[in-house]
């Protein structure tokens, strides 16, 4: 499964893509220089089930560990996933 990452204008995505469209989003803001904030995730039904959201998310963790960033949420799914987890201890910024 490739992931994506696009960035432009302050705005951000962790996409997979696939039959022409968007199968799977997972969409940021920066915040400031130091950090940047998920605000949405989805995936297609085609894809449920198969751990995707999680992939996006270690995509996200990936990006913020190579650039020293750290990570917030607005995103329901993405907030329940770096709160109190060990794996993302490091770049979740509370």
């Known amino acids: ?31 400031g220089e130091t950090g940047f904030i998920i605000d949405h995730t989805q995936v297609d039904e085609s894809l449920r089930g198969q751990g995707v959201g999680e992939k996006l998310l270690d995509a996200a963790a990936e990006h913020a560990r190579a650039n020293g960033l750290k990570i917030f949420a607005t995103c329901p799914f993405a907030l329940r996933k770096l709160t109190g987890n060990d794996d993302y201890a490091d770049v979740y910024g509370g």
């Open 1 to 31: 499964m490739d992931i994506k990452h696009i960035e432009a204008g302050g705005r951000g995505a962790f996409i997979i893509k696939g039959e022409g469209k968007r199968l799977a989003e997972m969409t940021y803001s920066k915040a």
